[in-house]
């Protein structure tokens, strides 16, 4: 966490000398991973849904078990919250040995 509370930006070390190097750059990324618990069970029903269909079917799917809004909302306003990237500075789309070993790294 760095000054306001704010998390700390990190990036993947592409020259790491060794997988743990690179592993461990890739550890200092991880937010909030113990957002989802066991203990949900007892209040909720809970299933998981592929995030690679997360903007396409899940929608769909959604519409078929969730009732319509009674009341129609006032129109939503985005709000950007996360700072612009610029993927060329970020080494591990244009480094695929990289980016291999990281997707593999998390599927573990």
Known sequence: VGEKGL??????????KTDEELFNSVKKCFLYLNRYDHTMLELFDVKCFSFHNQFT????????ILSHRRF????YVKRETNDVRNKEEECIWYNPEVREKVDKFLLE
């Open 57 to 64: 079917n899940y929608i769909d799917h959604m519409s078929t």
């Open 72 to 75: 129609e909302s006032t129109p």
């Open 7 to 16: 998390p700390t930006k990190h990036k993947i070390a592409c020259d790491a």
